[in-house]
């Protein structure tokens, strides 16, 4: 489905490469801006109940009351600083990455490499190589950014030091080994962003080319978008994502994998889901508002043309 103006994915598929990158880079501010401010309370519990001792076994409710007796409501909001702006920065990025790509057209627009990237792979419904490829390049610009300020989230909500070194002047006196310990668990979390980010917009690229009218309704198109499909995302890549928090808490077990199998021998398979409702709460409340306000900024840089 292409044409004048329509929308076959988050942006016009009429729209040049470097027009997507500055809307996705100037609307993913404002969706990274929302997404923290709305869904980290949220977060933390489902963070807490993952990777945390003392709250292995409540649940989400359970957790919530210990956190709000224990620290009041500050205490939801510990480690916001990082995902705050790290947010803004790698949901930027992440949105003019995929816009960009999605856009690209290689060696112009008869060219055979254009054609290639604009191919529909067979027995898919229409999906293109381009949703896939553009999917993969934003999940690993986000990822390279995300990851330590991930690692730095989960610390200090689990309330552990995110440094190696307990004083600045140590930690300063060792860049190098601070550079590299603040990427722990970079691995899993690219796969989990992998997995996440190409779910997602193969999901939408569904959405806009079948139900076009649901899809781009004023305030249902984007809690379909940010709050269901992202949502929907989140349950196929959320044993990463458990792996992922204990990886950056500093639970002892080896390798997320070796902690994976480690964890479904003694817990099951359904371990690995733990924290998945808090987390699909956050997801569908943060995600849907935020794409609110990403699309209402789209249209916004859009009337201005």
């Known amino acids: ?10 942006f016009h ?4 490469a470097t027009k997507n990158a500055i809307i996705g880079l100037g609307c993913g501010v404002a969706y990274g801006i929302t997404s923290p401010l709305v869904g980290h309370p949220i977060d933390t519990i489902k963070t807490k109940m993952q990777a945390q001792k003392g709250y292995a076994t409540g649940g989400m409710f359970a957790t919530a009351k210990t956190v709000f007796v224990k620290d009041g409501l500050k205490g939801f909001y510990r480690g916001l600083l990082p995902p705050l702006f790290g947010s803004v920065f790698f949901r930027s990025v992440q949105f003019a990455a995929y816009g960009a790509a999605h856009a690209a057209k290689p060696d112009g ?5 254009t054609k290639a990237w604009r191919t529909e792979i067979p027995f898919t419904g229409g999906l293109e190589v381009r949703v896939l490829g553009a999917g993969l390049f934003a999940a690993s610009v986000r990822a390279t950014f995300e ?7 989960v610390r200090r909500q689990t309330g552990s030091n995110w440094r190696i070194y307990g004083t600045w002047q140590e ?3 060792h860049p190098l080994k601070e550079f590299s310990h603040i990427f722990t668990g970079f691995g899993i979390t690219w796969m989990r962003t992998a997995g996440l980010m190409t779910s997602f917009f193969v999901m939408v690229d569904y959405g806009y080319r079948y139900v076009p009218d649901l899809f781009n309704a004023p305030l249902i198109g984007p809690f379909m978008k940010g709050g269901v499909c992202a949502t929907m995302s989140w349950w196929l890549i959320w044993p990463f994502e458990t792996m992922k928090s204990k990886v950056q808490a500093g639970d002892e077990g080896g390798s997320a994998w070796k902690r994976a199998i480690a964890q479904i021998r003694q817990k099951g398979f359904l371990s690995l889901y733990r924290g998945i409702l808090p987390g699909s709460i956050r997801s569908f409340v943060a995600n849907g508002t935020s794409m609110l306000v990403f699309t209402y900024c789209q249209k916004l840089q859009q009337s201005e043309d």
């Open 1 to 10: 489905m292409s044409g004048s103006g329509k929308k076959t994915s988050l």
């Open 13 to 16: 598929s009429d729209a040049s």
């Open 109 to 113: 627009p008869d060219g055979s490499l």
């Open 147 to 153: 990851s330590p300020l991930e690692f730095m989230k």
């Open 171 to 173: 930690s300063l006196r």
